[in-house]
């Protein structure tokens, strides 16, 4: 398909160009300084019209769409193609003049004041094709001498010239129009942040002097008294604004109209310095105070504002948040503004029911699941979540003798979200400090198998928590208790199971942990300011560590409890886990332009049994293989170290390991439509601590571990549908490092053999 489309594109790619009109074929920028300051990475985006977009190197794929449609525009395939392709670019005339125009004004705003700007056109009216060069010749680049400020408010011009340190124009910078708006906000930024409610950035003007001959240019801060606008008739001079009273109305109706905020309500009341206005009191006085960062007799604040909406919004039985502000006028020498907080209330409780059918190698069975969440259990906010579900499959085979013939499962959960930290003696402040919210969660899980009856619970305890405008997350994990307990099993079930992995796993145990993770990321929200966002770099973080067994070890010694013959400590009879975890993942992605991008992963863990215990649950091992890791290997079939896992269906209880290492690189580039292409390259593998007898080759040596490092590369196609992204990639072997295996793979490869095609949700890092 790729190759018909490449031979239609390069055939036929004016087939919808109308006649006597050209196809904008290819647009240059060529700029002629000789200190190479600018190119025409910098400059494109001021064009006013730009040829269709390429990509692998040249190829209009988008046109190449568009033109596979036929003529006829009422013919639904014709229509469903044009709108996934990109139609042809017309020149224009006129839009070529504008570009050039657009131009040397961006060039004139970056401070290349006498820029010559030549256009050459190349016509190929036998092709219906046009080139467009933009010859751009850089007059001397201007650059600050000196800054004066005329602001005739001396308070004003104290708060300005106090924060001075922050103006990015200072003399010797280039003189940049672009930079000199970014100080003209940055400054209307904090005067709204110490009161200055009503000033905006059209209040800053500047005056620049150059003189002839000169690249130097005198800059003047010129600040203008307030105009007359309706909503400020009072306001003849800048000053800041205090909050008068702040009113919640808790049971805001956006669809009814109220003149001149007259709200009202069922109940009034008063808490500590807020009104709050209730037809329904769904939310305690204390919660709603806690949320609110606006106070009675405080400067009016932006950040204030913003922090009070996002209090809000984190609240789920907060449907939707608004806040009216109101200027009030002139009292004993002082600005007052009124403050109105309208909340919208949202659904408190929803029910969900879900029926599944299964048919596992001819074994029919069936599944039942309930849902319930309450958005508001406490008057809080805090969240209920309530989940039952039950299956039953029916087994074929003898079971005579055993414990039943079929298999059943029943399982519940239950949790509670609190959108704050749970913790006594903590103040307002650091409530307000922080964004947190506390989980508390139970598990339970029964299964009946025709070999044993297993149950399954648990209980956990977690803390999240973030700074305010911050782009680090923590969570910390106070207590996460699992259970595993079989009442039931046929005589010689364990017995049976002779790899110690998977008989762990079915064995009575205990695992009591605690555990904390780092999120960190500098990705930032699109500016408004300085043109197009557009982030050349972006990088994510994680770490995570988790400890578990120690405090129930430290009771052991201290009582002096005798060990099980297995030679362990236990608990009310079962053997408890006890293990050190450490986790950690760092990614980068360099982004070319706004359609292309080459990302970067590495990541590595180790995992340690001690005391207690000599092998690690299964379910914290490490496994090699899949869509997130080396993907020439499907999930758990890869390692630990050289060992060769021949049959992965039998096997793959044994590829986990104690150690990973994983290393990707990936190239990701927009194609059409939804469609983007991703190549990459996986290295990694995994091992284990301690040489185990199933697991011939895993252990992790120094002297070798490098030689056990797979190797994969392939190619992907995504879906970006914006919300998510659907991924599927086709990951190739290149080295394998498993003992009786083809090493090298990429030298005579073969699909059946060395393939692995993954299907998954959003990107692999």
Not at 32 to 43: H, I, P, V
Not at 396 to 424: H, M, Q, R
Not at 560 to 567: D, E, F, L, M, V
């Amino acid at each position: 398909m790729a190759v018909l489309l490449l031979l239609h594109s390069a055939c036929s790619s004016t087939k919808h160009v109308p006649q006597g009109e050209l196809l904008l074929d290819d647009v240059k920028i060529n700029v002629f300084d000789g200190k190479n300051e600018l190119g025409q990475a910098d400059l494109i985006n001021y064009l006013r019209q730009q040829p269709n977009h390429k990509v692998l190197g040249g190829l209009k794929l988008q046109l190449a769409v568009y033109n596979i449609s036929g003529r006829d525009s009422s013919k639904w395939f014709n229509r469903w193609v044009r709108r996934v392709g990109s139609a042809p670019v017309i020149y224009d005339h006129t839009l070529t003049l504008a570009s050039a125009k657009q131009l040397r004004t961006a060039l004139s705003n970056k401070g290349y004041l006498h820029s010559y700007i030549e256009v050459d056109t190349i016509c190929r009216p036998e092709k219906k094709k046009i080139r467009v060069n933009y010859n751009v010749t850089l007059g001397p680049r201007h650059y600050v001498d000196s800054i004066g400020f005329n602001i005739p408010d001396s308070t004003l011009s104290r708060l300005i010239l106090a924060d001075s340190a922050q103006l990015r124009v200072k003399p010797g910078v280039p003189f940049d129009r672009t930079t000199l708006d970014e100080d003209r906000q940055g400054i209307t930024n904090r005067l709204r942040n110490q009161g200055y409610y009503a000033f905006n950035k059209e209040y800053i003007t500047y005056t620049a002097d150059t003189a002839e001959n000169s690249q130097q240019v005198k800059l003047t801060m010129n600040l203008m008294p307030p105009y007359k606008n309706k909503k400020f008739e009072f306001y003849n001079n800048h000053a800041p604004f205090y909050f008068r009273n702040i009113t919640f109305v808790t049971n805001y109706n956006p669809l009814v109209q109220h003149e001149n905020q007259q709200y009202s309500a069922a109940d009034t009341v008063r808490y500590k310095n807020i009104t709050i206005l209730y037809d329904e009191h769904y939310l305690r006085p204390r919660v709603i105070d806690v949320c609110c960062f606006l106070e009675p007799g405080k400067q009016y604040s932006n950040t204030a504002i913003d922090k009070t909406y996002q209090a809000f919004s984190r609240l789920g039985i907060v449907k939707f948040v608004n806040i009216e502000v109101v200027p009030v006028g002139e009292i004993d020498g002082k600005t007052w503004l009124d403050a109105y907080v309208l909340l919208t209330k949202s659904r408190s409780q929803t029910v969900s029911l879900s029926l599944e059918g299964t048919n596992s190698e001819g074994d029919l069975g069936f599944g039942v699941g309930a849902g319930y969440q309450h958005r508001n259990i406490g008057r809080g906010s805090e969240i209920l979540n309530a989940k039952f579900r039950m299956s039953y499959e029916s087994l074929s085979g003898d079971f005579s003798g055993l414990i039943n013939d079929n298999y059943s499962e029943y399982a519940g959960e239950l949790g509670i979200t609190f959108p704050k930290f749970v913790c006594p003696f903590l103040k307002k402040s650091f409530k307000q400090k922080i964004l947190a919210s506390t989980e508390l969660s139970a598990q339970f899980n029964y299964q009946e198998r025709p070999e044993y009856t297993r149950i399954i619970a648990g209980i956990g305890w977690k803390y999240h928590w973030s700074k305010r405008q911050s782009r680090t997350r923590h969570t910390f994990n106070l207590i996460d208790l699992n259970y595993v307990y079989l009442p039931k099993s046929r005589t010689d079930f364990l017995d049976s199971i002779t790899n110690p992995l998977l008989r762990y796993s079915y064995e009575n145990h205990f695992i009591m942990r605690t555990g904390y993770s780092f999120y960190h990321t500098n990705k930032r929200q699109p500016s408004t300011i300085g043109g197009p966002f557009f982030q050349p770099n972006v990088y994510t973080f994680r770490a995570a560590v988790e400890s578990a067994g120690n405090l129930l070890y430290g009771i052991s010694k201290m009582v002096r409890q005798t060990k099980s013959g297995a030679g362990s400590y236990e608990i009310f009879g079962i053997n408890y886990s006890q293990y050190a975890k450490l986790d950690a993942d760092y990614s980068i992605t360099h982004n070319f332009n706004p359609r292309s991008s080459l990302a970067f992963h590495a990541g590595a863990g180790v995992a340690i049994p001690y005391g207690n215990s000599t092998v690690l649950p299964f379910e914290k091992r490490f496994y090699a293989g899949g869509a997130n890791s080396v993907r020439g290997w499907g999930v758990r079939t890869l390692g630990p170290g050289s060992y060769d896992g021949l049959n992965s269906m039998n096997s793959f209880i044994y590829q986990c390991g104690d150690i990973r290492l994983d290393i990707n690189l990936e190239y990701r580039t927009k194609l059409f439509w939804v469609l983007e292409l991703g190549a990459f390259i996986d290295a990694g593998n995994i091992w284990t601590i301690r040489d185990y007898e199933d697991q011939p080759g895993g252990v992790f040596r120094f002297d070798e571990f490098y030689k056990q490092i797979a190797l994969s590369y392939g190619l992907g196609l995504r879906l970006d549908f914006t919300y998510f992204l659907l991924r599927f990639d086709l990951g190739m072997k290149a080295y394998n490092p498993a003992t009786n295996q083809v090493r090298w793979p990429l030298l005579s490869p073969r699909l059946q053999r060395d393939s692995a095609f993954h299907f998954s949700v959003g990107y692999p890092f």
